[in-house]
């Protein structure tokens, strides 16, 4: 799996984070059926977008 965390002043605005995941998954569109998380947290002074991209699966 591979992480990626941004750190955004407390008062971007959602298009901001909407267009930092746009660009997440430009940079994975060449992989084969990724698989991708993404997850918007906040506390006082900051929001985060974490991406999770699980390249390898055990079934």
Do not use: C, W
């Not at 998954?25 to 506390?43: C, K």
């Amino acid at each position: 799996m591979i992480t990626f965390k941004k750190t955004f002043d407390f008062y971007a605005t959602d298009n901001e984070l909407g267009n930092y995941i746009s660009s997440m998954l430009e940079v994975v569109e060449g992989d084969i059926d990724p698989q991708i998380e993404f997850d918007v947290e906040s506390d006082d002074q900051h929001r985060y977008v974490i991406v999770n991209i699980l390249d390898k699966v055990l079934h």
